[in-house]
């Protein structure tokens, strides 16, 4: 899925979107990511079960 596709989906403008993917945030709203997970047809319990959210994963 194009980031374009994902905002015609989601609503979230392309730049957050590019901002997002491109690391330029150090933190997103939870109401984005809810947004972005409609788009993409998930729930958040799904997005945040992802191995990535593990704490040893996590930045300090």
């Known amino acids: ?27 997103v709203k939870l109401r984005i990511i809810h947004e972005m997970c409609q788009g993409l047809g998930i729930g958040t319990d799904i ?7 593990k704490e040893d994963n996590l930045e300090p």
């Open 47 to 53: 997005f945040f079960a992802s191995p990535l959210f």
């Open 1 to 27: 899925m194009t980031q374009y596709q994902l905002y015609m989906k989601s609503g979230v403008p392309r730049s957050n979107i590019g901002n997002i993917i491109n690391c330029s945030y150090d933190s």
